[in-house]
């Protein structure tokens, strides 16, 4: 097994798992490697995620926007998108949605709801820097019931850093939501 996939088996699901990758040197090279038992390989700069968008976790409903809020994930968990190589985009809405569905034991909470979707071209995603270093690690993060799911990570640390990339990738993610 290799170390991406030891580090993902152990931290992945750990709420704070972005912050252990940032504190690592080769951060950048383990794209290069699987890190689930179900992938169907490496994530390749010339493909293209999706994000599903949920309403009101990520979607102001008065504006019809997302909210700067909606990339967070990417310095925290990972945000989770799915890869259109292995799951159009109209699979991984229906499939949130029903996920959504299910996560609802309570009728009186909240309802959420899937308001949309953004495509990320991979390489734009790679593209975005600070100080001269890759800002964000995509990672095959595949699942027994999902193979195409991908995780895109802030690998550049401290507040000043986050910032910094964050409006960057908020702007790809506006660039391309289709609302739902």
């Not at 038992?37 to 997302?66: F, I, K, M």
């Not at 990320?120 to 964000?136: C, D, K, T």
Request: hydrophobic share 40%.
């Amino acid at each position: 097994m290799n170390a991406c996939r030891e580090f993902f088996d152990k931290f992945g699901d750990e709420g704070e798992k972005v912050k252990l990758l940032q504190r690592l040197e080769d951060a950048v090279a383990w794209e290069d490697l699987s890190a689930s038992e179900y992938s169907p390989g490496p994530v390749a700069s010339d493909e293209d995620l999706t994000r599903v968008w949920v309403n009101p976790v990520h979607y102001n409903e008065a504006t019809r926007q997302l909210t700067p809020g909606a990339i967070i994930d990417a310095n925290s968990h990972g945000m989770s998108c799915d890869r259109t190589r292995f799951r159009d985009v109209q699979d991984s809405l229906a499939a949130r949605a029903e996920q959504l569905q299910r996560s609802m034991p309570n009728p009186a909470m909240v309802a959420k709801r899937v308001c949309g979707f953004s495509l990320f071209g991979v390489g734009a995603v790679r593209s975005i820097q600070f100080e001269a270093r890759r800002a964000f690690g995509i990672y095959d993060t595949a699942l027994s019931f999902n193979a195409s799911h991908s995780e895109v990570c802030a690998i550049v640390a401290g507040k000043h850093a986050w910032r910094s990339v964050r409006s960057q990738l908020f702007e790809l993610a506006k660039a391309s939501f289709v609302e739902r």
